[in-house]
């Protein structure tokens, strides 16, 4: 299979430039003093101070994404300049994930996808920058964790992100990454600051406020296929999120 040459280029605005997809970072025009956010196919996210071409470059998985940002917007934003280690490798929370989700995955036609993707890139940035000055940044291989099980609480993350819409249990999951029920637990815990369980009710609750808003699909149905068995426990869960029950919720946003 053929790839581009050259990775599609976002021109979010003079501070900020997005690369998406397969191919080298080409020839695009990047921002003044730089730093880059580079992330790999599991979504974590390497920091790099001063990047290269040549240093974006190491990579060619066809699922690549690269934001470049002049280094005074980060400082501008962030009120100093960013305390991230060059090189370093970190674990992005749930939130975090998803923004970087949307914008790598997008589907939309091109006329959408730009924008969309420019708004999500600045989102982005404001957003690391929010988690990092909170101290909830995680380095990843930071913990009592073995390379090896990394990887695999990496890919029970990466299985709740892609498949939330299956009936996944705690067992399920560490069944399918290779890992027995308490290490799944502590170590995602560990990693990302968070339970498997709350991991997945936040998955799936995003994707029904995003289907809420975005179709006229009975509530009952997008409860049912967000894994909840009846309305009523869809609706409490609904609620303790986003504060209203979702009828309301998509009332609101109709209105809005």
Known sequence: ????????????????????????????????????????????????????????????????????????????????????????????????????????????LPEAAVPYRLAKSIEFVCEILGVLGAGKLVAAGNGSLSLADYHRISAARQLIDHHWEEPLSLSTIARRCGLNRSKLSRGFRELYRCSVTEALSERRLSEARRQLISTDLPVGLIGYRSGYQNNASFSRAFCRRFGVPPSNFRSQSVAA
């Open 1 to 108: 299979m053929a790839f581009p040459a050259e990775m599609e280029a976002i021109d979010v605005s003079p501070e900020m430039l997005t690369l998406v997809g397969a191919g080298d970072v080409g020839g695009h025009r990047w921002p003044c003093r730089t730093v880059a956010f580079e992330f790999d196919d599991q979504l974590q996210c390497t920091f790099h101070a001063a990047p290269t071409p040549s240093k974006l470059n190491l990579r060619r998985e066809d699922t690549r994404l690269i934001m470049i940002v002049d280094r005074a917007a980060c400082a501008r934003l962030y009120g100093s300049d960013p305390e991230f280690e060059d090189g370093a490798t970190y674990l992005l929370p749930p939130e975090l994930r998803s923004i970087a989700l949307a914008i790598r995955d997008c589907r939309m």
